[in-house]
């Protein structure tokens, strides 16, 4: 009974990875007893969204802890903080001066540049203003945005305009940007928490900060995690399984988040070279990386690329990769998957 409990799916969206085994379903198994297993499982809200964490530790893992750490996490780096460090560093006039911030946050910029200087830019923290222009910032606007004022936005639009000393945690502006990290926070989030969790002795692990999942050891019927995508044909009914005891895996699609103006409708995935939201037809991008932060804004980045691009990348840097896109002549969506990703999927069927 146990084991087909276990084996119930947990449905997410339509292309999102899938985590089977957990949540309300392993509460189960604990309340019913039948896993000799201390495995404890935690959900709540951060960062606009759902997180949940599941793990096996030596030292207690509280609801309490995980709030705190993720509390003082977007305390430095939320945009709809007003108060957050990285709010007050985006209000600051002080332009070409260095500026002291918390170590946290020029580590993950130290990792949002070195995605941007991989990416060519296509991963860009600088985007903010183009990102509140196309209103998927804190004000909502009712039109899409004139050329001119694309044009104007993205002259400050420019990982380069952004310097970082990681010796002294300091942090200079060369003109008046905006940083936007709601690209690499949640992975970094995550990133954080499995520290936490290791620090608690945590020997196995799954962590899920709105579909930005990282994972560790084994779930309580001692098998590695199983992550499954289903394959978006809209039947819902085959899908594809990762095995994995270790990484992360992190989605960027144009299925979540989209504005639409004058019935056509725009991403929250900016362009940041043009100014536009992303338009192709790739619905979503998930990358499987060892860390959630690198998985997460790798994700963003691809998605920007496109899928020929994307699948290049993927290809001449080995990393793991789904790519779902919408063919508008069979109205389908087709799942392709880099030459990594399928050795992955291999492995986990
Ligand atoms: P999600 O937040 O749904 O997981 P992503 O990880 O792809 O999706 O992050 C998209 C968010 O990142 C956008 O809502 C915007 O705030 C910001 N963003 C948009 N375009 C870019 C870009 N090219 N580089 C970095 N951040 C971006
Ligand atoms: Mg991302």
Known sequence: MCESSLRKRVRQSLVKPIVQGIGSLLIVILLHGCEASFYKSLRGDTMGTYYRVIGQCRDSLTYQLLESELL??????????????????????????????????????????????????????????????????????????????????????????????????????????????????????????????????????????????????HNALSHSWRIGFEVPDGTGQSEVFLRLSSGALATSGSYRNYRVFNEKSYTHVID???????????????????????????????????????????????????????????EKHNASYSTAMRALIKEGN
């Open 72 to 217: 003082s996490l977007t305390s430095v780096l939320s945009n709809y903080d007003v108060e957050s460090e990285i709010s007050v560093f985006n209000l600051s006039e002080n332009i070409g001066e260095w500026v002291p911030v918390p170590e946290t946050l020029v580590h993950v910029l130290a990792k949002a540049q070195t995605i941007s200087e991989q990416t060519n830019g296509a991963f860009d923290v600088t985007v903010a203003p183009l990102v509140e222009l196309w209103g998927f910032g804190v004000k909502e606007v009712s039109q899409p945005p004139s050329a001119e004022s694309i044009a104007r936005e993205l002259r400050r639009v420019n990982y380069r305009l952004l310097e970082l000393n990681e010796s002294d945690n300091t942090l200079r502006k060369l003109s008046n940007i905006k940083l936007d990290l709601s690209g690499i926070g949640k992975g970094y989030g995550v990133d954080h928490i499995a520290e936490v969790l290791a620090d608690q002795r945590c020997s196995d692990f799954l962590i899920d900060i709105g579909g930005e999942i990282r994972v560790r050891g």
């Open 272 to 330: 940041p070279r043009s100014g536009y939201p992303t338009s192709h037809n790739l619905t979503a991008v998930t990358v499987y990386r060892s860390t959630a932060t690198e998985a997460d804004a790798l994700a963003t980045a691809l998605f920007v690329m496109g899928f020929d691009d994307a699948l290049e990348f993927a290809e001449s840097h080995d990393i793991a990769v789904a790519l779902t896109t919408w063919d508008a002549d069979s």
